[in-house]
């Protein structure tokens, strides 16, 4: 008996770094560290060695030669002169564009058909069940260039608006479609406040004034619907407030553009193509609209699911105190499913985001087809560019999650 | 201990990497298939035909050099590359050599790291437009939106010619030749522009043909050849002398159809070095002597390969112009094989 009661000697032996529960994880957990370093230095090596190999060094000075390309559209100023740098912010600017507008639209889609996919009309329930199959279960590529096809084999050439007989007119005189994009009227300020020049571009000071004006005008409509409310509560009387806020909000605004000028100029054919206006090319078209309705099918489900995660009882009980089924999906069921919607609603933007590479499909010049396209293959500057890339989509990506966790957090349950 | 192992191995990994690439002959041999890098379509330089068999002028020199070097032009395997693929692609040993209407350039040969071996299509960047446009020069193309693939020296091309005539266009970037051709006949841009043997292949294909033309203005040099990569000068040797035996064949009146004939013995000392009669040429190349023969043999010399391909009888209808051989007022010219 008194062998058995021995406490075991506190010897270490190597054996039990594998035997000996309380050192294998750690044991586990070292070999796989080294593993995953030994790997890493191994692709770093192999890089190094390869790059050797073809007598390549590896250095981001091409950022700063000329591009010598015209790229279409773009959002600050550019010419073929400039850098390949400042090529590669063009491209940002347009993919960062597109995914604006797309999760923009997505998220009106999405709402939309995830909704009345809960209708009680049979035929909407339908319809709509039809959209988001056939949507999400064709890719996304594909949509992409059925619909820059059917824009530009169906719409008419520019020239079907030249003559005295035309084939094709403009709608309303204001805005044409062609198989080259759309073009619409621009706003122009006859007494503009010029610009601001911030280095990398310029800021608009007519955008920026009307902005302020703008945001002063809603903050003033705010106030205006809060001392209403207090009113309402001390006096059981809600005052009459429509015209005031309409006032507010509306009457700032149209001195400050009457004041600056605010004029439209319509596009107009002149030599190949129309001039002057906006043009929507059939490339963001195209793009933004299959992102669209592509991830808004998506999307749609998530609504409905999220809706379908409220208890029944929550719509009963607001049908009970009397509120229409309008009021009840805005002001009970949707702000408590909103906590389940937007958690897969951020991996929908992301996808969104980086969907659009494949912009180059229909030559949209985003930031795949300028600094991971055209630069890439001018300079032959391929791990530099490839890697550039990864890091700049890495960051939009970290950075909308960043800002829809946040969003988050503000909308979830507050448990106390 | 498990780290040294793995570094020794990942050590030994990178020399075998580093050899393997050190010589692309052998690479060819040993694999018993060129691999080659050609355009994803473009009539008259390399496109399938209706069996799937590819075709065109860079093709055949791509099986010129299969001839050559595993004595059977049909070992070789196309690899189709876009203008923005084409150079990762050979960089990378995805292909062995690029017959790919590419244009040698200072940048490509200096910088990415490539050897042009020669010229074989001397080209110069033109516009193609619709005859209904009524255009008849390139100085009347201010505003025109035009088609533009991607990734190739006439983008940059077009932005200077426009720049120095002080016009505006807009550019629709596209990928690839078939995509252009939609995008023109479609009307969704007024010209297209490339080479302007790659404008007339591309009109060639057309519907209707006589609706377009090819405006007279050149407005660059588009020296294209065939292309290795930098640094594996036995290899590029191999595909130097393949392209000029070519041009040689026709100077020295070497057909297909004569070949035969002539490889028994000629009084021409040359013909005889060329064909391996007196033997010598192979070994320095590293092949053995009737490389050069068969590489005649597989599909003519410069001037039938051009004649079959791109030639007046073929619907692409180039004429040799400064393709001529430099006894005929052209351009082609072989250093001699001495």
Redesign the interface.
Known sequence: MADVTTPPKDVFRLSMLIYDTRYRSLTIQA?FM??LM?GA??LV??TI??LH????DFNYSFLWSRA?????QHFIEYN?DDTHGRAMLVGLMNTLFIALISCALATVFGVVAGVLRLSNNWIVRKLMSIYIEAFRNIPLLIWILVIFAVM??AMP?P?AFRGENPTSSMWFGAVAVT??GVYFPEPLFSRSLGNIDLGIFYVSTDLIAILIVLAASIYAYRRLGRHAEKVQNATGVRPVTWWKSALILIAPVLVLLIALGFHLGYPAL????F?GGIQAR?SLIALWLALSIYTGAFIAEIVRAGIQAISRGQSEAAFALGLRPSRTMNLVILPQALRVIIPPMISEYLNITKNTSLA??V?Y?DLR?TLG??T?????R?LEAMLLMMGIYLAISLIISGVMNLYNRSVKLKER | MKTTVFLGIAASACLMAGAASAGTLDDVKQAGELKCGVTTGLAGFAAPDSNGVWQGFDVDYCRAVAAAVLGDPTKVKFVPTTGQTRFTALASGEVDMLARNTTWTFSRDVDLKFTFVGINYYDGQGFMVPKKLGVSSAKELDGATVCIQTGTTTELNLADYFKANNMKYEPVPIETNAEAQQQFLAGACDVYTTDRSGLAATRATFAKPDDYVVLPEVISKEPLGPLVRQGDDQWADVVRWVSNALVEGEDLGITSANIEELSKGTNNPEINRILGTDPGFGKMLGLDEQWAKRAIAANGNYGEIFAANLGESTPIGLSRGLNALWTQGGLQYSPPFR
């Open positions: 070999i080294i593993l030994a230095a191994w090596d192999n060695h390869n190999a073809l007598g390549k010598g390309y015209d790229i279409n073929n530009t084999e050439a020239s198989n080259r002149k030599g190949f193509n001039q059939n180059i499909a030559g010049m087809a396209g055209i890439l293959n001018q300079t032959g391929e």
